[in-house]
């Protein structure tokens, strides 16, 4: 079974900034598109952002100007820069794999808790 370990979650003050970490396996990392996806107490999971092995990059419109997605190839890391934290940014955050293309979920992590407030 593929595993992608996430990392970097935390307690951060509205304004502040976090980076979170998601490791894969180097077969996947190397030709699956990287997102991160995130689940709110009582949403549904959404798209953050994500980005392709030739580092082609999405984001929700709820995190533009706010949120950078990249990766380091040498390390099958994708990265989630986030910064400008909101109180409503407060979810566990997934990292996924999947092919261009691919309908099916994928890969997932187990998530790492993100959680903004005062």
């Known amino acids: 079974q593929v595993q992608l370990v996430e990392s970097g979650g935390g307690l951060v003050q509205p304004g502040g900034s976090l980076r979170l970490s998601c490791v894969a396996p180097?077969?996947?990392?190397?030709?699956?598109?990287m997102g991160w996806y995130r689940q709110g107490p009582g949403k549904q999971r959404e798209l953050v952002a994500a980005?392709?092995?030739?580092?082609?990059?999405d984001y929700a419109d709820f995190v533009k100007g706010r949120f950078t997605i990249s990766r380091d190839n040498a390390k099958n890391t994708v990265y989630l820069q986030m910064n400008s934290l909101k109180p409503e940014d407060t979810a566990v955050y997934y990292c996924?794999?999947?092919?261009?293309?691919?309908?099916?979920?994928?890969?997932w992590g187990q998530g790492t808790q993100v959680t903004v407030s005062s």
């Open positions: 180097g077969n996947i990392f190397s030709m699956y598109v």
């Open positions: 980005i392709t092995s030739g580092g082609f990059t």
């Open positions: 996924n794999a999947k092919r261009i293309l691919q309908t099916t979920p994928g890969y």
